[in-house]
């Protein structure tokens, strides 16, 4: 069995890994050549007058964390993550896959879906025994090796890893869930999930990341997605990051649709101390149609960059991207969105608004969306807002008797709840205004407690995007510092 690695990151130790692993000689060699493109790709430093976050991830010290740390309890799970479990996001379920730090230590499928061919392992055991449909489908298509310098570090240290392959034909309707738990210090993660679904086939899939490092220690989550949509297939993806704030993560998401084929991303990103996301819809069939939903909440001094594309490649294809947030202490949100129509994407829809809601002077984020368009018969059109609560609407709360801190509470529950009737998990929708209230207040009761609907019981109208205060301009006392960390 291969214990924990060395500190640091090196050719001789991916080879101790892969040896540690009896990996086949392909899945070796794919490893030395991420690790040779790691080493020759430069970090990526972000562009000159954003808000420094790539920037920020570089200063990381890499070479101080374990590359290699498995679990050391065999399948019980930590009571901490037994209690975190208890607030499930799904009730029915038709299998669960959990990874512990670098090794995945449950696994459990229906028998039915078993019987029909679908299959859920880990991403080791799929190397060895469903080779074929890995070594066609891993890191090559959906996000190659070269995509960034920590794809290749990734590609190179991958351990653990969750494999999904659902058959053609096969509906799978109760979701599968996914958890990841990360408890050691001082050590680097680079889970892996690859999602194969086979032509008319469909398939939900939760994800969920949570961690219990103790205070003072950081630690690394290198994580990639990889969902591959056949002819006219239906993938829906569920992600809820709940990591603790001495954890810098970054996760590249991809998804690459055939004919007809539909991925929906519902990405919620509450938790890290420095949060990278980039996440993509490569849309190549004709006729298939991709959606993003995302959601984030940034306190004290979180910094995220969040990144993605809709990239269309075919006749009559669409693409819709949502993103909404909240910003308060000191934290910085950067979002960057792309539309690119390739020349052949004719009779194309694509959508792009992200919205940033600020609630401390300190806070900034930067939203800037994109179009790329080489084709002259589509319909594409994006946007973004970034603010201030409109005093306006706080005073109206205001002179009917809330106090400040609730009217601002009122306010963001009214923000974010479109975007939150548009996540298909109630449970889901449940643990965000839970996660989103505790946040802003510190506490909670329940649910019917402490989020209302804004509109309904006091009849605030434009509680979306237009809660967002656009004119005011911070006075010159009141420019906010830049901290590196």
Same mark, same amino acid.
């Given at each position: 069995?291969?214990?924990?690695?060395?500190?640091?990151?090196?050719?001789?130790?991916?080879?101790?890994?892969?040896?540690?692993?009896?990996?086949?000689?392909?899945?070796?060699?794919?490893?030395?050549?991420?690790?040779?493109?790691?080493?020759?790709?430069?970090?990526?430093?972000? %562009?000159?007058?954003?808000?420094?976050?790539?920037?920020?991830?570089?200063?990381?010290?890499?070479?101080?964390?374990?590359?290699?740390?498995?679990?050391?309890?065999?399948?019980?799970?930590?009571?901490?993550?037994?209690?975190?479990?208890?607030?499930? #996001?799904?009730?029915?379920? *038709?299998?669960?896959?959990?990874?512990?730090?670098? *090794?995945?230590?449950?696994?459990?499928?229906?028998?039915?879906?078993?019987?029909? @061919?679908?299959? +859920?392992?880990?991403?080791?055991?799929?190397?060895?025994?469903?080779?074929?449909?890995?070594?066609?489908?891993?890191?090559?298509?959906?996000?190659?090796?070269?995509?960034?310098?920590?794809?290749?570090?990734?590609?190179?240290?991958?351990?653990?890893?969750?494999? +999904?392959?659902?058959?053609?034909?096969?509906?799978?309707?109760?979701?599968?869930?996914?958890?990841?738990?990360?408890?050691?210090?001082?050590?680097?993660?680079?889970?892996?999930?690859?999602?194969?679904?086979?032509?008319?086939?469909?398939?939900?899939?939760?994800?969920?990341? *949570?961690?219990?490092?103790?205070?003072?220690?950081?630690?690394?989550?290198?994580?990639?997605?990889?969902?591959?949509?056949?002819?006219?297939?239906?993938?829906?993806?569920?992600?809820?990051?709940?990591?603790?704030?001495?954890?810098?993560?970054?996760?590249?998401?991809?998804?690459?649709?055939?004919?007809?084929?539909?991925?929906?991303?519902?990405?919620?990103?509450? @938790?890290?101390?420095?949060?990278?996301?980039?996440?993509?819809?490569?849309?190549?069939?004709?006729?298939?149609?991709?959606? #993003?939903?995302?959601?984030?909440?940034?306190?004290?001094?979180?910094?995220?960059?969040?990144?993605? +594309?809709?990239?269309?490649?075919?006749?009559?294809?669409?693409?819709?991207?949502?993103?909404?947030?909240?910003?308060?202490?000191?934290?910085?949100?950067?979002?960057? @969105?792309?539309?690119?129509?390739?020349?052949?994407?004719?009779?194309?829809?694509?959508?792009?608004?992200?919205?940033?809601?600020?609630?401390?002077?300190?806070? %900034?984020?930067?939203?800037?969306?994109?179009?790329?368009?080489?084709?002259?018969?589509?319909?594409?059109?994006?946007?973004?807002?970034?603010?201030?609560?409109?005093?306006?609407?706080?005073?109206?709360?205001?002179?009917?008797?809330?106090?400040?801190?609730?009217?601002?509470?009122?306010?963001?529950?009214?923000?974010?709840?479109?975007?939150?009737?548009?996540?298909?998990?109630?449970?889901?929708?449940?643990?965000?205004?839970?996660?989103?209230?505790?946040?802003?207040?510190?506490?909670?009761?329940?649910?019917?407690?402490?989020?209302?609907?804004?509109?309904?019981?006091?009849?605030?109208?434009?509680?979306?995007?237009?809660?967002?205060?656009?004119?005011?301009?911070?006075?010159?006392?009141?420019?906010?510092?830049?901290?590196?960390?």
């Amino acid at each position: 069995m291969l214990n924990t690695l060395a500190p640091g990151f090196s050719r001789a130790a991916v080879e101790e890994l892969s040896r540690g692993k009896s990996e086949p000689e392909w899945m070796l060699q794919k490893r030395l050549h991420a690790w040779d493109t790691y080493e020759k790709t430069p970090t990526p430093l972000g %562009r000159r007058g954003d808000l420094g976050t790539l920037r920020a991830f570089s200063n990381f010290p890499f070479e101080q964390m374990t590359s290699y740390s498995p679990a050391q309890t065999g399948d019980v799970l930590p009571t901490s993550f037994e209690q975190a479990r208890q607030e499930g #996001l799904v009730d029915e379920r *038709s299998g669960t896959i959990i990874q512990h730090n670098s *090794s995945v230590i449950r696994i459990e499928l229906n028998e039915e879906l078993r019987q029909q @061919g679908v299959i +859920l392992t880990d991403l080791e055991t799929a190397v060895r025994e469903h080779a074929d449909l890995v070594q066609q489908h891993f890191m090559t298509d959906c996000i190659p090796v070269d995509s960034n310098k920590y794809t290749a570090l990734h590609a190179a240290f991958w351990s653990g890893g969750i494999f +999904l392959y659902v058959p053609k034909g096969v509906e799978i309707t109760a979701p599968i869930l996914s958890q990841v738990w990360l408890d050691a210090p001082d050590a680097a993660f680079f889970s892996h999930t690859l999602i194969v679904a086979d032509e008319m086939s469909s398939v939900r899939f939760v994800t969920e990341y *949570s961690s219990g490092v103790e205070a003072g220690r950081e630690t690394l989550l290198d994580d990639v997605v990889e969902v591959y949509a056949k002819n006219a297939s239906s993938v829906e993806f569920s992600n809820l990051q709940e990591l603790g704030q001495n954890i810098w993560n970054i996760t590249n998401k991809n998804a690459v649709f055939a004919k007809d084929a539909s991925v929906t991303f519902v990405l919620a990103e509450l @938790g890290s101390k420095v949060n990278i996301t980039n996440i993509g819809a490569g849309l190549k069939g004709s006729g298939s149609a991709g959606e #993003l939903v995302g959601v984030f909440f940034t306190d004290h001094d979180q910094r995220f960059a969040i990144s993605s +594309l809709s990239n269309h490649d075919a006749v009559s294809t669409n693409a819709e991207t949502l993103v909404k947030g909240v910003l308060t202490d000191t934290s910085r949100v950067e979002f960057d @969105g792309m539309i690119r129509i390739q020349p052949k994407a004719q009779q194309t829809a694509s959508f792009l608004s992200a919205h940033a809601l600020l609630l401390s002077k300190k806070s %900034r984020a930067e939203l800037i969306p994109g179009l790329e368009i080489a084709a002259n018969e589509v319909s594409a059109s994006h946007g973004a807002t970034s603010g201030q609560i409109d005093e306006e609407q706080l005073f109206y709360l205001m002179v009917r008797g809330i106090a400040r801190p609730e009217a601002e509470r009122i306010i963001v529950q009214g923000f974010f709840e479109p975007v939150l009737q548009r996540i298909p998990l109630e449970n889901m929708r449940a643990r965000l205004r839970r996660g989103i209230v505790r946040r802003m207040s510190g506490e909670y009761e329940s649910e019917a407690d402490t989020w209302v609907d804004a509109q309904e019981r006091w009849e605030i109208e434009g509680v979306d995007e237009h809660a967002i205060s656009l004119d005011k301009k911070p006075d010159s006392d009141e420019e906010i510092q830049l901290n590196d960390y």
